[in-house]
């Protein structure tokens, strides 16, 4: 909770009455909890008559809003002389009457669940829609307010503070039967957005002390955003109001006493407007702090938040009983932007006045101020000024404002001498005195001390006392298994390191947390905690590392998923190891990334995302211009036979990226070399109007020197060799036995598909598929126990028989027919394939019109001329139009030499 101005031995005394209460009333039936509620009231209500005019509500300036009520101002009327009783107390200008006394007290004393439980008995035996009922439903909100805080866990606050907020509106009455809004409607309603002050308050304290929390901060605004409107809402309704007319006589009163005891008078209708524009302050001050210190947003929002007081000013009488925090809020807001020789001139005038103010409340009014002032004075080092104000107020164990003042003096002023130790012990002190909600002020302040600093700030400062801090804590956290406390000082330890410009500890900082995450078993928070630290701070040398470690936790983590779940985590996957490798490309770790993408994308079949890495790759580490020549080509490989079968993917997206990645690697080479890799990638490259087919016979400029290490690599630079070794076959070859390098490739390219078995765990898709079929094709037509000699026949019955597992593939009996056909003993039987391929696909298509032109070859190369020159003249006749390289293959003048 935050501060009350109770002196020291009056709370106490409250303490103990509340710790009492609860062990002994707290085990009792609804009945006895209700006796035992009454007593405790009357017993509070008389020992409260002399604490009433001494007690001072906490203040109503931006930082510590005051508490519900106010002790009762000259001038109001009374019912009667004495104290009024529990469940007959009228409104009385939001009187602190001892009912909200008590109810403060259980809360100062812990006992928050008692509070409410006493306000809920209490409002429901009030008279309906009286003063009273309207007093304890706003005790009541305050109760369960401070109920709802003390049960928040504030790294994860967002739910539980949206479902506090929706119980305090649950508790505001509807209207009457008849439509009418209750008597008391425009109090409850402050006392509504009142509440929700103080959980921003709360919630503010929480994401200052860390930072991090930013879904605290997005939750702040917006809760500050509606709290204002309100405001405004609200302030019209008032604007509207006007006082009840006095009763006159004895019996009149008696009997509107029956209904409503208190009417409205004009004193509470000015407090409420005075509580509103208090209020309103209060927000907009809540929200600059929402900010970066000095930001523009910090700025915009204290002008908005001077200006609201300027207007304040003017609208309220000057003899308004609580001007004065008009003077404190307006000091605030001046503090904000910069204007301290304001500040200190009306904060001293405003002790002077208030040392002669008979309000009760001006002793706190004036502690305040001291507070203000002294923070004003630090911030621009004036260290006497602040040592002076703080002796006025009578020290920091008077308030927690001046407590918190006091440790930011020592922070800031003797950060290189000041032992961290003693900032600890202080720290404890302050929370032990004042309460949790005081202990995240003081980190709030320990984690954003920089900003108090007007000279130059500290570069690399790292051993300074707040940070030194941080550190002991987390140690300590750490050690008695306390994981969540030491997250907290971790986060807070890197907030107060990147506001050092301490880049390298507030990376480590921010490792650490990632790693007490993985290790209580959020592996998804720990993901996104290495990739936030790898990219908050680009420049650490091991940040790369970082950004790897998220993608890999990524995988790691829940595999239980729904397929849309599956999905998104797979997307994430990808998208963090595209920026590890493209963020720090020459880092091991970014290399490490890029081979992991390479395994997702090809075995996925996602070749236009591969080929676009790399060109984007390449644009920013030339270096890799080999590694990159290899996935294109790879690509190639593996889409060279999609005119045979459905595409692995969209043909022309693969070959928009293909051509894209081959004008970036010719960019990469020197002018010497770039025509001819051009003429050898557009060679190598099969296009769909370059019917032949077939491979350049040298390796392209670029794959004659040593091929790169990495796996993706070497299965492109041997599946390369053994298909250009098939594809060059003269009329005696194609893959021969004799072949002894042929079937080393083979062998080789074997080994490297095992080991991409591995690396994807078994998996096998995308471009596995046809490097199978390819290393199945190569075992048939070399079979390593008979590669001593040759043997057609047993080549056409596996041939054949491996073709009658798929019928209806184009590639197998393609393929096959090739093979075939490079073997004289089984050119006629080949012919019989050509022919039943042709017999398979549509007229005209490509596959057509290539089964034709073989068997023009073959009948060639049999001896049968006429046959194939009809062949041949049929065709052409049949499809005039093809291409030129087409009429070549079918013309009377080809040469009969069998091609392959």
Not at 155 to 166: D, F, G, R, T
Not at 808 to 830: D, F, G, I, N, P
């Amino acid at each position: 909770m935050h501060s009350s101005a109770y002196p020291q031995a009056t709370r106490r005394w409250f303490n103990t009455l509340g710790q009492r209460s609860i062990s002994r009333i707290a085990q009792t039936r609804p009945l006895a909890l209700a006796l035992a509620a009454v007593l405790c009231a009357n017993l509070c209500a008389n020992l409260c008559v002399g604490l009433c005019t001494i007690a001072c509500a906490p203040m109503a300036t931006a930082q510590e809003p005051q508490q519900p009520g106010r002790p009762q101002q000259p001038g109001i009327p009374q019912q009667s002389g004495r104290p009024q009783q529990p469940g007959r107390i009228g409104i009385g200008a939001l009187a602190k009457a001892p009912d909200a006394v008590w109810i403060e007290s259980l809360i100062e004393a812990d006992a928050m669940d008692l509070a409410v439980e006493v306000c809920r008995f209490h409002f429901d035996r009030s008279i309906p829609d009286s003063n009273a009922q309207a007093q304890w439903l706003m005790l009541l909100m305050h109760a369960k307010a401070a109920d709802s805080l003390g049960k928040i866990d504030w790294n994860a606050a967002v739910k539980p503070l949206q479902e506090a907020i929706e119980q305090l509106q649950g508790l505001d009455p509807k209207p009457s039967a008849l439509g009418e809004p209750t008597y008391r409607k425009p109090w409850v309603h402050w006392k509504l957005l009142w509440c929700r002050r103080l959980l921003n308050e709360h919630a503010l304290a929480a994401y200052l002390a860390v930072p991090g929390r930013q879904a605290l901060q997005e939750w702040l605004l917006q809760s500050i955003r509606i709290g204002l409107d309100g405001i405004d809402t609200l302030e019209q309704s008032v604007a509207r109001m006007q006082p009840d007319k006095p009763l006159l006589s004895r019996a009149d009163r008696q009997r509107r006493d029956q209904t409503r005891p208190n009417e409205i008078t004009a004193s509470e209708i000015l407090d409420l407007r005075g509580e509103l524009e208090l209020l309103r302050a209060d927000l907009l001050y809540q929200r600059s702090q929402c900010y970066a210190s000095e930001s523009d947003e910090q700025i915009a929002a204290a002008t908005q938040m001077l200006s609201s007081i300027d207007r304040a000013t003017g609208r309220l009488p000057a003899n308004w009983a609580h001007r004065p925090l008009l003077t404190l809020a307006k000091a605030e807001a001046e503090l904000q932007l910069g204007r301290h020789g304001a500040v200190l001139k009306s904060l001293d005038e405003l002790w002077i006045t208030l040392a002669t103010d008979p309000n009760p409340q001006a002793k706190a009014w004036r502690i305040r101020t001291a507070a203000l002032a002294v923070r004003s004075a630090s911030r621009t080092q004036d260290w006497g000024g602040a040592e002076a104000w703080m002796a006025r107020a009578g020290g920091w164990q008077q308030a927690p404002e001046l407590a918190l003042e006091h440790l930011g003096i020592l922070v800031q002023r003797d950060a290189n001498t000041l032992e961290p130790q003693r900032i600890l012990a202080l720290r404890e002190q302050i929370a032990d005195r004042f309460g949790r909600y005081w202990q995240q002020r003081v980190d709030a302040m320990l984690v954003s001390n920089p900003r108090f600093e007007s000279g130059q700030r500290p570069k690399s400062d790292t051993s300074m006392a707040s940070l030194e801090l941080f550190r002991i804590q987390a140690r300590q956290a750490i050690a008695a298994n306390e994981f969540e406390t030491a997250i907290e000082k971790l986060q807070q330890a890197e907030s107060a390191a990147s506001k050092l410009d301490a880049s390298q500890e507030a990376f480590q900082f921010a490792m650490q947390i990632a790693a007490l995450l993985e290790r209580t078993g959020e592996t998804s928070a720990a993901a996104d905690e290495f990739y936030r630290a790898a990219i908050s701070y680009p420049e650490s040398p091991t940040a790369s590392s970082a950004g790897l470690m998220s993608a890999w936790l990524i995988r790691k983590s829940d595999s239980n998923l729904d397929p849309e779940a599956k999905l998104l985590q797979e997307k994430i996957f990808l998208q963090r190891l595209r920026e590890t490798a493209l963020s720090w490309p020459e880092s091991q770790p970014a290399q490490k990334a890029s081979e992991m993408l390479d395994l997702q994308w090809l075995t996925s079949g996602q070749y236009i995302a591969c080929l676009e890495f790399w060109k984007e790759l390449l644009a920013k580490d030339p270096q890799r211009s080999d590694m990159a020549l290899r996935r294109w080509l790879l690509v190639a490989l593996v889409t060279q036979d999609d005119w045979l079968e459905k595409p692995l993917e969209n043909p022309q997206g693969v070959r928009k990226a293909a051509s894209e990645l081959q004008a970036a690697l010719l960019e990469s080479k020197v002018p010497a070399e770039r025509a001819a890799l051009a003429a050898w990638m557009d060679a190598t490259w099969l296009d769909a109007n370059k019917p032949p087919r077939r491979w350049s016979l040298a390796p392209g400029p670029g794959l004659e020197s040593p091929t790169p290490p990495d796996l993706i690599s070497q299965i492109a630079e041997f599946w390369n060799r053994c298909e250009a070794s098939w594809q060059q076959g003269g009329p005696q070859g194609g893959l021969r036995a004799e072949d002894a390098e042929t079937a080393k490739d083979i062998d080789q390219l074997e080994q490297l598909r095992k080991q991409l078995g591995d690396l994807a765990d078994g998996v096998s898709g995308g471009f596995q598929v046809r490097l199978d079929r390819f290393l199945e094709f190569g075992r048939l037509i070399l079979p390593p126990g008979d590669r001593a000699a040759s043997d057609p026949a047993k080549l056409r019955q596996r041939l054949e028989a491996r073709i009658s597992k798929e019928p209806k593939s184009l590639w197998w009996v393609y393929r096959s027919a090739r093979a075939m056909q490079a073997t004289s003993q089984l050119r006629e039987v080949s012919l019989g394939w050509y022919r039943q391929m042709a017999a398979g696909v549509a007229a005209g298509t490509e596959p057509w019109l290539e089964a034709r032109a073989r068997s023009i070859e073959i009948l060639r190369a049999l001896g049968q001329e006429s046959k194939a020159v009809e062949l041949g003249q049929l065709v052409l006749a049949s499809y005039p139009n093809l291409s030129d390289e087409w009429k070549k293959r079918f013309g009377p003048n080809r040469d009969p030499a069998v091609k392959n």
